[in-house]
């Protein structure tokens, strides 16, 4: 969930915000390396006049039917839950979306890429270019994604917050289709940050590092764990679908790809919850906002409970295996009450013990 957050400018806070911003950089893999028709294509795409060529393509009818689009398929997902959103509702709804595409759309105008280094970066095939200021980035978005989240909270039904983080995602498939592969490359990152801010707390994670000095234990163990986010849920989302086979919700098996990407998404997510509150030495943020939304797709998206407690279990245990002895010893007690806080779960939603402990680890 978005929460306004400050950001109180120490070095802890600068180093998470590096570690932030690494999240969104090119992923060049489309291009073919060292070939120079790419390397052109991507400068011309990059440029201040390619940027605007761009954004113009996206802009009003495009964008307006994208997220029109993009509402009809969220609620063809959401749609047999009775009065999930009323038609008002969801009109306002498409509008600000729209709003939030076209000021990303301004940001990204604005922001602009080295052509020495993108030009380097093609012909080795790296990845080391991005979204620059991404907390410039967050602070830019920030009044209107609140107001934007305001309007699927407004019916008081923590559905409408999935009803949104879905949306974004269909929208941002529905304008990537409408770009060449240059411009995909140097969008992706922009639709990506808007996606993430919506359900990731990772800029409250970057403010809270402002409680603690560099070197301190909890900070060198956020910025050790920070990078390998990623991996870490795709190690987890590979266990699950092991332990899983026959899993099912709305949306299709773990194997599916709409169903993968949506879980390395959430895992990500839950990672995040984590390191926020082991930074805030609070378990608040979990049981206030992580643990809602998840009551509203296991009951909303149909997903088994045990689906649930394994994907704590086993996001845990690999975080727990990530970190040195001295190091579980701080991260644990946010582990295990992670867990307990879904295991009583269980109870309140009605599920027996049998049916979670049908799976074996």
Known sequence: MLKTSPTVKTASVEQLLN??????ILNLSSLSSGNLS???SLQEAASPEGKAFTAAKLKDNVLDVNCQMAWIQTKALYGYIPNVLDLNEARLITQFAFRVYRK???????QSLENNLLTLAVEENVSVLGIRAVEELASALEPILMVFQ???LA???WRA???MTTQLNFSNKLILKKLTPPEKVLLTPYLKFVEEQIAMPWHRVCAAAAKHELGSPMLTLVQQMLPVCEDIAQSVYRRLVE???NHRSRRGGLSDPEVTYSCLRDLNMFQAYIWLCLLEQSMTPLETELLPLCQMVVQGVEIPW?????????LGDEMMNCVNPEQQDLLLPYIEGMQQLFFKERARLGFSKETVERVEV
């Open 19 to 24: 570690l932030w911003s690494q999240r969104f």
């Open 38 to 40: 790419a390397d052109s």
């Open 104 to 110: 990303l759309l301004e940001i990204y105008q604005q």
């Open 150 to 152: 305001e309007q699927h």
């Open 155 to 157: 019916s008081k039904d």
């Open 161 to 163: 917050l999935g009803f």
């Open 243 to 245: 332990l899983l086979p």
């Open 306 to 314: 045990e689906m649930t407690e394994k994907w704590c279990q086993v």
